[in-house]
């Protein structure tokens, strides 16, 4: 088949043959993209104190209100050592809330409280405009296309949280 000729067919050859340096392209551009998608909320987190975690806790309890800490210990990743610390602070200062859970004792349940969702609400406004903005300047089957990369490169344990996230609505 002809170089240029347009056929999706080339174009689908073309992606299955990607070079090392179109790889590490693509690995610069995440990065950069990453710094940019952060540097709001982290101008906002700094001015609290806070850091990149206490975001994604704050982001998580608000995207399942009730979640148990070793569910959000499953999501994030951290030590509960790391997680006790954030979400002690996040308690003290009044943007979380921990109940006991109501099937099991043990359970902490977790939930934001009305200033938690205005902090939440704070955080990611930035975040989606600057989202909204890219889908829009790249068209809707980029933005399939880009959604269909981010979940290929998730393991497996984490791409059921995230289907269960997407799942649970807006």
Do not use: C, W
Request: charged fraction near 30%.
């Amino acid at each position: 088949m002809a170089e240029g000729s347009g056929s999706s067919g080339q174009r689908g050859e073309d992606l299955l043959f990607l070079t090392d340096e179109q790889l590490r392209k693509g690995i610069e551009a995440m990065f950069f993209a990453y710094r940019g998608f952060t540097a709001d909320p982290d101008r906002i987190l700094e001015k609290h104190g806070y850091g990149r975690a206490h975001h994604r806790a704050i982001h998580f309890i608000n995207r399942s209100p009730g979640t148990t800490v070793n569910n959000l210990l499953d999501i994030l990743g951290v030590t509960k050592q790391s997680l006790n610390r954030v979400l002690r602070t996040l308690i003290e200062d009044g943007l979380v809330e921990s109940r006991v859970g109501t099937r099991d004792k043990r359970e902490r349940n977790l939930f934001l409280t009305e200033s938690g969702r205005a902090f939440e609400e704070e955080l990611s406004r930035a975040q989606r405009a600057r989202m909204r903005a890219a889908y829009r300047s790249a068209g809707p089957e980029a933005v399939a296309g880009f959604r269909k990369v981010l979940e290929s490169m998730m393991d497996a344990d984490l791409r059921r949280h995230f289907n269960k996230l997407k799942d649970s609505g807006p």
